[in-house]
């Protein structure tokens, strides 16, 4: 049974740096394009980055551009977060998305989500 799992997440302060987590059990993860979300309480789910089976291709959402780098090795995708903000306070989820090529920021295309990991920036 396939099943995402995210951690890394907690409490930091602003200007601070995270670095999360996806694994997944009953799946080779690096068969597939991994994207990662989140969502902040009383807004919609926002698209912050994804990354191809290849590693060739990244997309990052514009909130975050320059400040989160996503990567990945065979068994993990790592989120690092940093100069991060109060409004990238949020629960962060990672997700699959089975497409051969490429990957996109649009949570349709995703078919497998894990539970999510929160974030908080405060001080």
């Known amino acids: 049974q396939l099943q995402l799992v995210e951690s890394g997440g907690g409490l930091v302060q602003p200007g601070g740096s995270l670095t999360l987590t996806c694994q997944a059990s009953?799946?080779?993860?690096?068969?597939?394009?991994i994207g990662w979300f989140r969502q902040a309480p009383g807004k919609a789910r926002e698209g912050v980055s994804c990354?191809?089976?290849?590693?060739?291709s990244t997309e990052y959402g514009d909130s975050v551009k320059g400040r989160f780098t996503i990567s990945r090795d065979h068994t993990k995708v790592y989120l690092r977060m940093d100069s991060l903000k109060p409004e990238d306070t949020a629960v962060y989820y990672c997700?699959?998305?089975?497409?051969?090529?490429?990957?996109?920021?649009?949570?349709?295309?995703?078919?497998?989500w894990g539970q999510g990991t929160p974030v908080s920036v405060s001080s």
């Open positions: 990354i191809s089976r290849s590693e060739r």
């Open positions: 009953g799946v080779r993860l690096d068969y597939y394009a």
């Open positions: 997700a699959l998305d089975d497409r051969p090529y490429g990957c996109v920021l649009r949570g349709s295309n995703y078919k497998y």
